[in-house]
């Protein structure tokens, strides 16, 4: 048995391109006792991966040369000595950029897909939704009737933290790019408002979405629109830091002037709270996240938006595409097929 | 009855001078009903109080040209028509750089000399000692066996942060200027370790008394103390943002490389935890603080250390010198007698 396989061929010097990638074949071994073939269905891309494919220190183990891209997956075991899993099965694995695996099952979970569609394990009901909600409720604790600003609204987290920020009755005002995905998070999503990043007056466009300041940034992005947010930020305001897709790709600026001590005054002057966090670190927060979304997925008061991808092969260029901001909504690869879709 | 007042002149640019400040004599009112006279004894002198000069934008009222410098005094009651209070009493009110007042007793509180000496109310007793407790404890959280750094580790703050951190089961490592100080900090106050700031190896003295790395960070002064600290916390660090000192006298600075994205890219990586507060927001935290500091006050665990200034035209120059770090311990001025010291 083979299996297809995205590599990490050699280090990206900012953004990616596709010779940082490499597609090739592996020899899979067989299945020996206790273990499993899965076939990959679902691949999930996401931002954080950039970061994996540099060797800096990072919260995360790098992504060695040669190595398989890790990635979130969802997949159908096909073949099983495995006693808790049987052929045909559903399963969550962090299986990586590839099309079958031997899996042993550890940090392997089983899906019911009568709870929720399979591709969402790796969106809504999985990782970035459980960054949306830890992020938002835990660390930026929004009150009834603040105001939350949420970049990348249109994205798989960016789109559960409005949507949860206005069922705890905030305003919830996005950021994104093109019209079409900021008409989306206004009319499909229900934010309250949404501006573009795009617009040279991005400042005042925001200024004029918050009458009443900012009390919760959730950070995405980084850049122009950290600053925007940064400026409107009201006293005892909180900044959950999830990512800055913007930052990825670029290595260390100068010759600008430095921010830093402009940004430490803010922060004493209006006791504002900047804290980053990693969704890894919130495992505690799974079975209260999965009561809580599931229930508003269910009842359709959380909705989503998936970008699928057909085929491994194009992993590189779509992964490419993302940081570029070209998904719209949860970015997937459709890797085979899945039986349980009409 | 005439008080004798420190009032603002002019506001400064950078490090003020004594040009910033006037002194003068202002004829009080009668002591009507339900008011009383005050004598002021010991005024304190912080470095809170050089944000207060500005007319930007901060968490308290400036200081209006022609007004009285304000301050946290305490004081002893001269005459009373006031039903709460008799001759003789001793209080601790926001009375300002002034040597009289005549007070309708709001916001003021009687002390009892008994309890602890009179000066400490405005120190280790008084609105320095409590933001040590709550920048320390509730927002830096320190851990047993944590490391805890602070700056400015001689000062009315940064004293009772290391021995409370000490107290706590952590790791206490100050950062000071002068030799003298250095080992004050560590043969006096008991911390573990002490660096100078006025050290060209800074970050690597820092690094040698830290082993471990840094787990909370008490930011007082900025600069490259921060930088630093920055460089060496641990993974879910905190930092607790209390001022700036170093800071307080520069405008916006230009031209050097932009720290910012750097730092933001640290909070993510690291789920560094930075947070902003002021002592006058944690009012609901005075009487447990009371209670635990005031016991290990009279138990000696928590020592202090005064700098007193005597006569209250030497304010302005004490001042300045206190934003150099000149003071050793906390600054005060005694303004009159106080009758409870030998």
């Known amino acids: 048995m083979k ?4 590599r990490l061929a050699k280090r990206p010097k900012g953004e990616p391109t596709a010779e940082n990638f490499e597609i090739a074949e592996a020899e899979l071994p067989a299945v020996g006792p206790g273990q499993m073939l899965v076939r990959i269905i679902w691949l999930s891309l996401d931002p954080y991966m950039r970061g994996r494919m ?3 220190r990072s919260y995360a183990k790098s992504v060695e040369i040669g190595e398989v891209m890790g990635a979130g997956t969802v997949g159908q075991v096909m073949e099983s000595n ?3 899993y049987a052929e045909g099965d559903f399963v969550l694995g962090m299986f990586g950029w590839q099309s079958h695996v031997v899996s042993d099952g550890n940090g392997v979970r089983k899906l019911d897909p009568a709870l929720a569609p399979l591709s969402t394990w790796v969106g809504v009901m999985g990782m970035p939704g459980l960054t949306a909600y830890v992020g938002l409720l835990d660390i930026g ?4 009737g603040e105001t939350v600003v949420v970049s990348a609204a249109s994205g798989a987290v960016g789109s559960v933290v409005g949507q949860l920020a206005k069922i705890k009755g905030a305003r919830a005002v996005g950021v994104a790019g093109p019209d079409e995905k900021v008409r989306y998070v206004v009319d499909e999503l229900g934010f309250d408002a949404c ?3 795009r617009s040279a007056t991005l400042r005042d466009d925001l200024k004029a979405a918050c009458p009443n300041g900012i009390d919760v940034y959730f950070e995405n992005v980084g850049g122009p629109t950290l600053d925007a947010a940064l400026s409107l930020m009201n006293p005892f305001g909180r900044i959950p830091v999830c990512g800055m897709i913007s930052m990825y790709n670029t290595g260390p600026v100068g010759g600008d002037a430095d921010r830093l001590p402009a940004l430490m005054r803010r ?9 980053g966090f990693i969704v890894s670190d919130r495992g505690n927060r799974h079975k209260a996240f999965m009561k809580e979304v599931g229930g508003y997925l269910r009842e359709g ?3 989503y938006r998936e970008s699928v991808t057909v085929g491994l092969e194009n992993a590189p260029k779509t992964f490419i595409g993302l940081l570029r901001g070209e998904n719209f909504g949860k970015q997937l690869i459709q890797v085979s097929e899945d039986p349980t879709r009409g």
Do not use: F, Y
């Open 301 to 303: 008061r959380i909705k």
């Open 195 to 197: 501006v573009s990043h």
């Open 267 to 275: 922060i004493l002057t209006d006791r504002l709270k900047i804290q």
């Open 3 to 6: 299996s297809q396989q995205v």
């Open 54 to 56: 540099d060797d800096a």
């Open 141 to 144: 604790e929004p009150k009834e």
């Open 82 to 84: 495995h006693p808790g």
